[in-house]
Every structure is written in C-alpha cells, then in structure tokens.
T-cell receptor, first 114, second 115 residues
Framework: AQSVSQHNHHVILSEAASLELGCNYSYGGTVNLFWYVQYPGQHLQLLLKYFSGDPLVKGIKGFEAEFIKSKFSFNLRKPSVQWSDTAEYFCAVNFPSGNTPLVFGKGTRLSVIA | ETGVTQTPRHLVMGMTNKKSLKCEQHLGHNAMYWYKQSAKKPLELMFVYNFKEQTENNSVPSRFSPECPNSSHLFLHLHTLQPEDSALYLC??????????????FGPGTRLTVL
C-alpha cells in the first residue's frame, strides 16, 4: 500500500532558524504532493502543492518545498522561522492513476521558541 | 473560513447516547471525507464519498455510521461509543476530475468527548 513517512515527530527551533521537514512517499508513479499546516486550535489548511512542472514549489507564508523524484521526497523548507509558525505540519500524497484520496503522513509538530 | 463547516464544534456524550455530526461544504465539490484525529496518532481516514456514493470505509466500527444525502452534506451518526472514540473528527471535501482526487479543504472539526 502507498504510504507517506514524516521522519521528525517533533522539531524545536529558535526564531530565525532555518527549517527543513522531511517527507518521503512509497510509490514509483506519478504523484501529486501537498503540505498542510494545522495551527493550534485551527483547521488544517493547505500550505503548498505540487502537481507538475518546476519541482521547487513556493507556498504561503514563505514556505517552499522541493520535489526530488529520485529520492521520493518532498521536503518542506523555510529559511527563517517565526514564533507564529508553531503548528503541526502534514505531508500528503495523491496517486492520480490509483483513483485514491490523499494519503497523509503522521505529522511533524514544530515548536518555535523566542 | 474554508467553505467547509462542521457542527457542533464540541460534543460530550455518554456511551449510551446517539448523536450526529454534521458537515456542509459550500465549494461545489463532489467528494467528502470523514477523518479522525487523535492525540499522538496520525490522521485516520474513516469514510470517503464520491458523488454521494461511499467509496472507502477503512475498517471503521459499525458504531460510526456515515450518511451523505447529497454532495454538499455529510453526516456521521454515532451510537454506543467508547471512551477511546474521543477525538477530533474532521470533515473535508475536494473536487474530483478525471478520476483524480484534488486537494482537500478541511472543516474546523468536532471535538468529541465520550464519557
């Protein structure tokens, strides 16, 4: 079965530190890739997505992600985090040819400290 | 506001009660989903409806009963729940084009506590 792995369960960073959250998926075919964020007490919302084209995708709030097909990865990055980035981040994958809904990773909790 | 609303936002119920969660989407989507989000556990997909037809039921106990009367409304009927069913229940919707499920839009969730 297709799966999504997020290796970091909890990441703690100081403000202005750089962020990279890992996401790997297990599928060799065409994929659509997503990162969602859930701020404390709020609903899940889309940060960015990749369907095709430039593998470096820019999303909202200064986030970006790079699709590396050879590594089955779609890591999320931000050069300088802020306290307001404290949230849970979910990677998700959609397999278009499989006619399946999104498969989510377990999530990574990011805590940004002042 | 994502265009997906859920009511109630909080629900406390006893194990013998029967209650229903409601979800409504105003986005013109044709697929709707129920997820369970528990502390320290991954997001669990429970049910998927595609054009009002249930397409997935991920081994969910029968004490959870979904209903999708039309593509804009989704219900989750609850009866004789267990304390371990306490969680945040999320509804989501998405468009489906040419067999591909697109990005999902989530509601705020219903925080369920089973006593």
């Amino acid at each position: 079965a297709q799966s999504v792995s997020q290796h970091n369960h909890h990441v703690i960073l100081s403000e202005a530190a750089s962020l990279e959250l890992g996401c790997n998926y297990s599928y060799g075919g065409t994929v659509n890739l997503f990162w969602y964020v859930q701020y404390p007490g709020q609903h899940l919302q889309l940060l960015l997505k990749y369907f095709s084209g430039d593998p470096l995708v820019k999303g909202i709030k200064g986030f970006e992600a790079e699709f590396i097909k050879s590594k089955f990865s779609f890591n999320l990055r931000k050069p300088s985090v802020q306290w307001s980035d404290t949230a849970e981040y979910f990677c998700a994958v959609n397999f278009p040819s499989g006619n399946t809904p999104l498969v989510f990773g377990k999530g990574t909790r990011l805590s940004v400290i002042a | 506001e994502t265009g997906v609303t859920q009511t109630p936002r909080h629900l406390v119920m006893g194990m013998t009660n029967k209650k229903s969660l409601k979800c409504e989407q105003h986005l013109g989507h044709n697929a709707m989903y129920w997820y369970k989000q528990s502390a320290k556990k991954p997001l669990e997909l429970m049910f998927v409806y595609n054009f009002k037809e249930q397409t997935e039921n991920n081994s969910v106990p029968s004490r959870f009963s979904p209903e999708c009367p039309n593509s804009s409304h989704l219900f989750l009927h609850l009866h004789t729940l267990q304390p371990e069913d306490s969680a945040l229940y999320l509804c989501a919707s998405s468009a489906i084009a040419e067999g591909t499920y697109n990005e999902q839009f989530f509601g705020p969730g219903t925080r369920l506590t089973v006593l």
